[in-house]
């Protein structure tokens, strides 16, 4: 079984989320918005499992998984492709992480606008990681992962 990331920056996020006064899909922050499609968009995680963490959702606010159209959900799938692609080509990462999280027990930050969380992964990174925790929450960091990707885009 492999170890699962350790990502401490995330604690404090799961306590502070509901304090969130805004949907960071419905309005997100330009600097970490990567793409749009027609229906959805790709913005950077900003408290990230690793580099690269990009989540994508249907630009409608919907919190029910089960209430995500078609279209949307068609969507969502070429974009988180694309944001493979993308970000294989700017972090050559070994694999990839995707993963829906429904209600706050199962690790969900945002619970009322639902989102695909895509993580690049790399080979010993559940070791690394701890030692890259600090340069995650540096919103420059943040902004300039966004720029590249959305170079590669
Ligand atoms: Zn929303």
Redesign the pocket.
């Known amino acids: 079984m492999p170890k699962p990331l350790w990502a401490p920056w995330r604690l404090e996020y799961i306590q502070h989320a509901d304090e969130l006064d805004r949907?960071?899909?419905?309005?997100p922050e330009p600097e970490l918005l990567v793409a749009r499609g027609e229906t959805a968009l790709v913005v950077l995680n900003k408290f990230p499992y690793s580099s690269g963490h990009v989540l994508v959702?249907p630009q409608?606010?919907?919190?029910d998984f089960g209430a995500v159209e078609a279209n949307e959900a068609s969507d969502v799938h070429a974009l988180a492709a694309h944001a493979i692609d993308a970000l294989r080509a700017t972090y050559a990462p070994q694999g990839f992480n995707l993963g829906w999280n429904i209600g706050r027990v199962a690790g969900a930050g945002?619970e009322?606008?639902v989102h695909l969380h895509v993580v690049p992964r790399w080979n010993g990174d559940t070791n690394f990681m701890p030692v890259l925790a600090d340069v995650k929450v540096l919103p420059e960091h943040l902004a300039a992962t966004a720029e590249r990707l959305r170079d590669a885009w």
Request: charged share 25%; net charge negative.
């Open positions: 949907c960071i899909f419905c309005e959702a409608r606010h919907v919190g945002i009322d606008h």
